[in-house]
C-alpha cells in the first residue's frame, strides 16, 4: 500500500465510522420512540405486558423494567433469603503443599472465614475492589435450611439403557458444489437457492428412501441472506423457518424426543417430518464433530465410517447418534457397572444442587493479557495446547450422597483433615485474598460483569468472594511463588469414585488407535480420515463431560404474525419477519437422568488447575502458565496459553501434554482483542507447521 492509497482508505473507513454513528442514532432514537409508546399503552387500565412485549418485540421482562406496574404475579421479585449472622471463629489450619513445587514455599496458613455462610450481597459488594463502573455479579450461596438441599432427586438414576439405539441412514452433502456422498456413491445435486426446501426435494429425487440424516460438509446454507438479518441467529432461525413443501417440524418420534428446530449460529438441526407419511429427516452440520474446511465429502464419510469401528471395539452395540453430545453419553450410559454399589445407576443430585452448580461452576479459562501486563511490542507468541485434556481428569468423580461442609465445620478439623477434603471431589463457597507481593497471572476465577462471565483478578491485596474446585485452591495455596490466603466460607464435598474411568479409557484406547492411523497411513485422504476421526473421538469426550453439566434448557418457537397473542408470556422475542415472530423461552431443569453437573465442575476445575501448574512424575519437572516467568503470558484460551517465549515442557503425545502448535516471531504488537490474538494464533500455526506433526488429534 503506498501514501496515496493509504490516505483513501483512511477517507473510506472514516465515511463507514460516519454511517455508523448515524445508524445508532437512528437506532436509539427508533427505541426512544418504542419505549414512549409501551409506557403510553400502559396507562390503558387493562394493559398486560403478555400482549404488549410481542408486539414490541421485547421480552415480558423488558417491558416490566420499563413499566414495572405491569408486572405478572409470575415475574414478582423475591427477596433472597440472607444467612444467619453468627459470632466469628478465628480458627486458622495449615495446609500441605504436597506435592512439592520446584521453588519450595513454606505451608501457607489457610484462614477458615467467621462461622456463617456467605456475606449478604451488599457487604460482598462493599469488601470487593472493581475495576469496572459495572458491579460484578453476586454468586449464590447455600442458604438457611439450606442442609436440605444435600440429597438426590426422587426416581431419578443414570442406569444402563436396556435397548440398543438405532443407526440412521446418513448422507454427506456439501452445498457450495452439491456434491453428495451416500454409502461409496457420489452424487452431484442441483440445490438451488440451497434452502431447506431445495436441500430436501434435491436429496429425495436423487435417494428417494430410506435417508434420515443430511450432514452439511460446507457452504453453511443457513447463513446465505446474513446480510438481511442483524444477527446470525436471526439468519438461521429463518433458513430453518422457511416454507417447506410437502414437510413440516418433526415432532418427535420413539425414544427419540428430541423434536422441533436447534436454533445455533453456526451449527444448526433443523428437523423435518414429511406432511403425509412417517419420513423423518434432520439436516445439521458435521463442523459438531470436526473442523471441516477443505474437505471432500466422501473423506468425511470415511472419517465418520473410521470413528465407527474404532467404538466398535469397545461398544459392541456403538451407533453414531446425530452430536457428539449425545454419542458421547450414550456410551457413558454402556459403560454403568451391571454389579456392585452403582448397578442401580447413579442418583442425580437435587434441583437445588445442580442450579448451585449451573450459576457457580464455569468452564474453560478464556482471557486476554493486555499491556502493561504485557510488553507492547512482543517478542514471539508461542502457542502450547493441551493435548486431549479433559481425558487426563476423568480418572476420579464425586459419587454418593454429598456433605455440607460449614466453615465451623472446616476450622474443626484436623490439618490433614483439610487436606485430604482439598484433594477430593469438592467444590467450595471461598474468601480470597491476593498477596500483597503478588507479580504474576490470577489463578482463580472470580465472577464478572455480564451472563456466566468470569475474570482472574491478579492484582495485589484484591479480595473477592467466588466458588471454585479442590484442585484450583490447592494450586492457589501451592503455586510456586506465594501461597494465596483462601477462607473456606462452606463447601460440597463427595466421596472418591470412578463413574467416567472406564469410558474415559475407552475413549482414550480409540483416540490412540486413530491418531496411530493418521501418523501411518500412506494414503493422504485415509491420514485426513484417521486425524479427522481422532478429532472426534476427542470431541465425544469434550462434549460428553459439557452434557452432564445439564445447562437450563431453551425452547425456540415461531408463532405467525397474524397469531402473535400466542406468542408465550415467558417468551423473549429474537426475531420476526412478515410472516414470522421467532422467540425462545427458558423452561428450566428436566428431569434428567444424566444429569451429573459435579463430575463437569470437578473436570473443569482440574483443568483450569492443570493449565497454571502441571507435574510429569516421569520428567521430574511441571508445566503450565505458573512456571513461566511473570509477564509471558498473553492469553488463555480453554486448554491452550499462549506466550512471549518457549518453554521447555515435555510432551510425550499422552493426554494433559503440553503440545507447541505454533511460534511467531516478533516482534508484533501485543493484541487487544480476541479477533486480533486468532489472527495471529493462525498466522504462527502456519509458520510452526509446515508439515503435520504426530500427536495434534
Not at 434420515?212 to 441472506?225: L, S
Not at 493441551?386 to 487426563?392: I, L
Not at 483443568?607 to 498473553?634: C, E, F, K, M
Request: hydrophobic share 35%; charged share 20%; proline share 10%.
Amino acid at each position: 500500500m503506498d501514501a496515496q492509497s493509504y490516505s483513501t482508505a483512511l477517507a473510506d473507513l472514516r465515511t463507514v465510522r460516519d454511517q455508523i454513528k448515524k445508524t445508532r442514532a437512528a437506532l436509539a432514537k427508533l427505541e426512544a420512540d418504542r419505549d414512549k409508546r409501551i409506557i403510553q399503552l400502559a396507562s390503558y387500565e387493562k394493559a398486560k405486558a403478555e400482549r404488549i412485549a410481542p408486539a414490541a418485540g421485547l421480552g415480558v421482562a423488558n417491558v416490566v423494567t420499563l413499566v414495572p406496574a405491569l408486572a405478572p404475579d409470575s415475574l414478582a421479585a423475591n427477596d433472597d433469603p440472607q444467612p444467619p449472622e453468627h459470632k466469628p471463629s478465628t480458627v486458622q489450619a495449615a495446609v500441605d503443599s504436597t506435592p512439592p513445587l520446584p521453588q519450595h514455599a513454606a505451608a501457607p496458613a489457610m484462614a477458615t472465614a467467621s462461622a456463617r455462610s456467605a456475606p449478604p450481597p451488599a457487604e460482598a459488594a462493599a469488601s470487593e475492589p472493581t475495576a469496572a463502573p459495572e458491579a460484578p455479579r453476586n454468586l449464590p450461596s447455600i442458604p438457611a435450611g439450606g442442609d436440605a438441599w444435600f440429597a438426590h432427586t426422587s426416581g431419578l438414576a443414570s442406569a444402563r439403557p436396556n435397548f440398543t439405539q438405532q443407526a440412521r441412514s446418513t448422507v454427506f452433502l456439501d452445498t457450495t458444489t452439491g456434491v453428495l456422498v451416500h454409502r461409496q456413491q457420489t452424487h452431484h445435486l442441483d440445490l438451488g437457492n440451497r434452502a431447506a426446501a431445495d436441500i430436501l426435494t434435491a436429496v429425495f429425487h436423487t435417494i428417494p428412501e430410506g435417508v434420515e440424516r443430511i450432514y452439511i460438509t460446507a457452504g453453511a446454507p443457513w447463513h446465505r441472506q446474513a446480510d438481511q438479518h442483524p444477527f446470525l441467529k436471526d439468519t438461521v432461525a429463518a433458513w430453518l423457518n422457511a416454507p417447506t413443501p410437502g414437510w413440516r417440524t418433526d415432532t418427535g418420534r420413539g425414544r427419540d424426543r428430541m423434536a422441533g428446530h436447534f436454533v445455533h449460529p453456526r451449527n444448526p438441526v433443523g428437523r423435518y417430518q414429511r406432511e403425509h407419511g412417517d419420513q423423518h429427516v434432520e439436516i445439521r452440520s458435521a463442523g459438531e464433530w470436526f473442523d471441516t474446511e477443505g474437505t471432500e465429502p466422501a473423506v468425511i464419510r470415511d472419517a465418520f465410517v473410521l470413528l465407527w469401528k474404532a467404538l466398535r471395539r469397545h461398544w459392541p452395540d456403538a451407533v453414531l447418534m446425530g452430536s457428539p453430545s449425545q454419542t458421547g453419553r450414550d456410551l457413558w450410559t454402556r459403560t454403568i457397572p451391571t454389579k456392585g454399589q452403582y448397578a442401580d445407576g447413579y442418583p442425580v443430585l437435587s434441583e437445588e444442587l445442580r442450579g448451585l452448580f449451573h450459576a457457580t461452576a464455569g468452564q474453560g479459562r478464556t482471557e486476554l493479557i493486555t499491556p502493561p501486563h504485557v510488553p507492547a511490542q512482543l517478542p514471539a507468541l508461542v502457542e502450547y495446547d493441551r493435548t486431549f485434556a479433559y481425558a487426563k481428569h476423568t480418572w476420579k468423580s464425586g459419587v454418593g450422597t454429598p456433605r455440607r461442609v460449614t466453615a465451623a465445620t472446616f476450622a474443626s478439623w484436623s490439618q490433614k483433615e483439610q487436606t485430604k477434603a482439598l484433594f477430593a471431589c469438592g467444590h467450595w463457597h471461598v474468601r480470597v485474598t491476593v498477596p500483597d507481593t503478588w507479580t504474576h497471572i490470577g489463578i482463580l476465577p472470580a465472577p464478572a460483569p455480564g451472563d456466566r462471565a468470569w475474570h482472574y483478578p491478579a492484582t495485589p491485596g484484591t479480595t473477592f468472594t467466588t466458588w471454585a474446585g479442590g484442585p484450583e485452591i490447592h494450586t492457589a495455596l501451592s503455586n510456586p511463588h506465594t501461597p494465596w490466603k483462601i477462607e473456606i466460607l462452606d463447601g460440597i464435598l463427595f466421596d472418591d469414585g470412578k463413574p467416567l474411568d472406564d469410558w474415559s479409557k475407552k475413549l482414550k484406547e480409540a483416540w490412540s488407535s486413530l491418531t496411530a492411523q493418521a501418523d501411518l497411513n500412506g494414503d493422504p485422504d485415509q491420514r485426513t480420515a484417521a486425524h479427522l476421526a481422532a478429532r472426534a473421538v476427542r470431541a465425544l469426550l469434550l462434549y460428553g463431560i459439557g452434557a452432564f453439566a445439564q445447562r437450563p434448557r431453551t425452547v425456540t418457537g415461531t408463532t405467525p404474525r397474524t397469531m402473535e397473542r400466542d406468542v408465550p408470556p415467558d417468551a423473549e422475542i429474537i426475531g420476526f419477519d412478515d410472516q414470522t415472530i421467532t422467540w425462545q423461552r427458558p423452561t428450566g431443569f428436566t428431569r434428567d437422568p444424566n444429569a451429573h453437573p459435579e463430575w463437569a465442575a470437578h473436570i473443569w476445575s482440574s483443568a483450569r488447575a492443570a493449565l497454571l501448574s502441571q507435574r510429569h512424575r516421569d520428567d521430574n519437572t511441571y508445566a503450565g502458565a505458573l512456571h513461566a516467568p511473570p509477564g509471558t503470558i498473553v492469553a488463555f484460551r480453554t486448554d491452550a496459553v499462549y506466550l512471549t517465549q518457549p518453554q521447555p515442557w515435555p510432551h510425550h503425545g499422552q493426554p494433559g501434554d503440553y503440545l507447541n502448535k505454533g511460534h511467531l516471531p516478533g516482534p508484533i504488537p501485543a493484541p487487544a482483542t480476541e479477533d486480533e490474538l486468532l489472527t495471529l494464533r493462525d498466522r504462527g500455526r502456519a509458520a510452526h507447521h509446515a508439515t503435520p506433526t504426530p500427536g495434534r488429534a
